[in-house]
C-alpha cells in the first residue's frame, strides 16, 4: 500500500498564522483532517510498539505543536479576558 506524503505539522501551522487569524479563528482552529488521522494512525501504532524511528520524530512534532497550538489558545483567551498581565 503506498501512502500519500505526508504534510509536516509545522509547515501547516505556520500558514495558518501567516494569514493572521483572528482571535475566534485561533481558538477554534483545529488541524486539517488529514493531519488529524495520520497523528490517530501513529498513536495506533505507538500503542502497538511499531513505530520506526521517522514515525517517532514525526508524532514528536504533532506532540510538540498540540502543545504550541494548546498555549496559543490559552495565551490568546487569557488576553480576551484581559486577564494576560
Known amino acids: 500500500m503506498i501512502e500519500a506524503p505526508v504534510r509536516d ?8 498564522l501567516a494569514d493572521d487569524p483572528t ?3 485561533l ?11 495520520r497523528v ?7 500503542g502497538e510498539d511499531e513505530l520506526t524511528c ?9 506532540i510538540r505543536a498540540n502543545r504550541m497550538i494548546t498555549t496559543l489558545k490559552i ?11
Not at 490517530?40 to 505507538?46: C, E, I, K, M, P
Not at 495565551?75 to 498581565?85: A, F, H, I, Q
Open 9 to 16: 505539522v509545522f509547515a501547516v501551522i505556520t500558514d495558518f
Open 75 to 85: 495565551r490568546t483567551e487569557l488576553r480576551m479576558r484581559g486577564l494576560d498581565g
Open 54 to 62: 521517522e514515525e517517532r520524530h514525526e508524532l514528536n512534532d504533532f
Open 27 to 37: 481558538l477554534a482552529y483545529k488541524m486539517p483532517e488529514d493531519l488529524q488521522r
Open 40 to 46: 490517530h494512525h501513529l498513536l495506533d501504532r505507538n
Open 23 to 25: 482571535d475566534e479563528e
